[in-house]
DNA sequence: ATGTTGACCTGTAAGC
DNA sequence: TGCTTACAGGTCAACA
């Protein structure tokens, strides 16, 4: 599920509990996750969690010896549950807290990740990422530089995280919709003015979802508490062939890349 | 260099 | 009911 708001919930929703305690342990279930899980992350044991950051959608468990770096995948959810709670299908890294709670990473499809980064180390993951969609970094010439010369889809341009990182499938077809931006147009053939609309509906799409995403926190260590599902009314992605909420024209959905792209042929330019 | 495709893995829904 | 196929929120590696 996760795109960028749904990372950066689970951020929120897991900090409370795992902010400033001692790691009691690290369990690993499933070695066998995107890449293996490295052995250095059972070096967290005995260490407090400084903090815990996102870079993209990476989350960070930082400690003085080194980073934790998670990585949800596609089908990656984070639970915190206390320590003894029967494991679930599919739960594969657990790290418990000397306070008695467990993180669980649970992963059906293995698209995840665990990740080290030693102190004072970039994960070469991390290391050429764009800049992130929410700060100053994400300049309002960004796109419009970025893009000169390129052929590619603009959608696909957006999605790169070499260019700006947490613009997902979902948002990159809702962020075009907010444009009015066709998502197949060549990204170096788009004004900057009209990359400066798109900068805003990014900005405003990811702002929005993580807004909605809030609401579940509450429930965050819950069992049965989803760590943000997001109920914003999207009003492209998954609308095929439904009525364009602008201009009731149907929408169209085509594959764009292998992945499914849905947009208004009329309202979108 | 840039753009496109395949690969990783499991679950679910639709079609026959 | 059972089998087969397509598709799902990500993204890296390998191609042309």
Redo the contacts with the bound molecule.
């Keep these: 599920?996760?795109?960028?708001p749904?990372v950066e919930v689970s951020r929120l929703g897991i900090t409370p509990y795992l902010e400033h305690q001692i790691v009691r342990k690290v369990n690993v279930f499933q070695r066998?996750l995107?890449w293996p899980v490295p052995l250095e992350v059972a070096r967290i044991e005995g260490q407090e969690i400084l903090s815990i950051e996102r870079r993209?959608?990476?989350l960070l468990l930082v400690t003085e010896v080194g980073t934790a770096i998670l990585?949800?995948?596609?089908?990656g959810k984070l639970r915190v549950l206390p320590i003894g709670t029967p494991l679930a299908?599919?739960d594969h890294v657990e790290i418990q807290t000397l306070a008695g709670q467990s993180l669980r990473l649970n992963d059906?499809?293995?698209?995840g990740a665990v990740l080290w980064q030693a102190p004072g180390e970039t994960h070469p993951?991390l290391a050429?990422?764009g800049p992130e969609p929410l700060t100053d970094a994400f300049a309002n010439d960004h796109l419009y530089r970025m893009s000169r010369?390129?052929?590619?889809?603009v959608k696909?341009?957006i999605?790169d995280?070499?260019v700006v990182?947490?613009?997902?499938?979902?948002?990159?077809n809702e962020s075009l919709f907010m444009s009015g931006i066709d998502p197949r147009k060549?990204?170096?053939k788009i004004s900057k003015a009209r990359y400066a609309k798109l900068q805003q509906a990014i900005r405003t799409v990811l702002a929005r979802a993580i807004e909605q995403g809030g609401t579940t926190l509450r429930d965050f260590s819950r069992a049965d508490g989803q760590p943000g599902?997001?109920r914003i009314e999207l009003q492209a992605?998954?609308q095929g062939g439904k009525p364009c909420p602008l201009c009731e024209k149907p929408l169209k959905e085509i594959?764009l890349?292998?992945?499914?792209t849905v947009f208004c042929n009329q309202c979108q330019r």
């Design positions: 599920m996760p795109e960028l749904e066998q995107r993209a959608k990476y990585h949800l995948g596609m089908s299908k599919h059906a499809r293995r698209f993951m050429k990422l010369g390129k052929s590619a889809p696909t341009f999605m995280n070499h990182v947490g613009v997902g499938n979902i948002y990159a060549p990204a170096g599902y997001f992605y998954g594959r890349g292998q992945r499914s």
